[in-house]
């Protein structure tokens, strides 16, 4: 089965720091991973994408790499800031390339 | 650019009850997702339409679990009847295409069953 895992544990930074968040998949390599955020009470908002033969993305405060050998995507939020505080879900192309599959989501606090 | 709309946006039913939720997705957007979020854990697919036909719909429980987009616009979620395990934030989402296409996603509809 196709399947992808982020870190359920909280993470808890100062403001000004980097926040670096860890999506892990199994099996074959998808063309593409996406990066969601969502605040409490509301639906995830789509931050990145990143295809499986670009190694590095980036938005602004915001990078996403993918490494196909160990199988993992990592996002990055420098000068974090309060406002930056909320969960982060990654998600993964199914083979067929028409259907999504979410991480459980990591949560990201930022204090200031 | 009006975003995906719900409704209602909590639901508090007893066991065995029916229950059915709406879905306006954004103008123009071919497909649209119903997926269901377990609190603590990531949306989970139940249904995908393109425009007014099923593309995939493996992971809804078709026992209890029913879902329509007659016109290919508008749709509707029903589970009847419904389950404690049920209680999850039901959430809608529309893109474009299928596949690569970003999602955009609706404030989603607490359900909690007693």
């Known amino acids: 089965s196709q399947k992808i895992e982020q870190n359920s544990e909280a993470l808890n930074i100062q403001e000004g720091k980097t926040a670096t968040l860890t999506c892990n998949y199994t099996n074959y390599s998808p063309a593409y991973l996406q990066w969601y955020r969502q605040d409490p009470g509301r639906g995830p908002v789509f931050l990145l994408l990143i295809r499986e033969n670009e190694k590095e993305k980036r938005k602004e405060r915001l990078k996403v790499t993918f490494d196909t050998t160990l199988k993992q995507s990592l996002f990055h939020i420098t000068a974090s800031q309060p406002a930056d505080s909320a969960t982060y879900l990654c998600?993964?192309?199914?083979?067929?390339?028409?259907?999504?599959?979410f991480g459980g989501g990591t949560r990201l606090m930022v204090k200031p | 650019e009006a975003g995906v709309a719900q409704s209602p946006r909590y639901k508090i039913i007893e066991k065995r009850q029916s229950v059915a939720f709406w879905c306006n997705p954004i103008s123009g957007h071919a497909t649209l997702y119903w997926y269901q979020q377990i609190l603590g854990q990531g949306p989970k697919l139940l249904i995908q339409f393109q425009n007014n036909g099923v593309v995939d719909d493996s992971q809804l429980p078709k026992d209890r679990f029913s879902a329509e987009r007659l016109k290919g616009v508008d749709s509707t979620l029903k589970i009847q009847p419904a389950k404690l395990e049920d209680s999850a934030v039901y959430l809608c989402?529309?893109?474009?295409?299928?596949?690569?296409?970003?999602?955009?996603f609706g404030p989603g509809t607490r359900l909690t069953v007693l």
């Open positions: 989402a529309s893109s474009m295409r299928r596949g690569a296409d970003t999602q955009y």
């Open positions: 998600a993964r192309l199914n083979n067929a390339g028409n259907m999504l599959t």
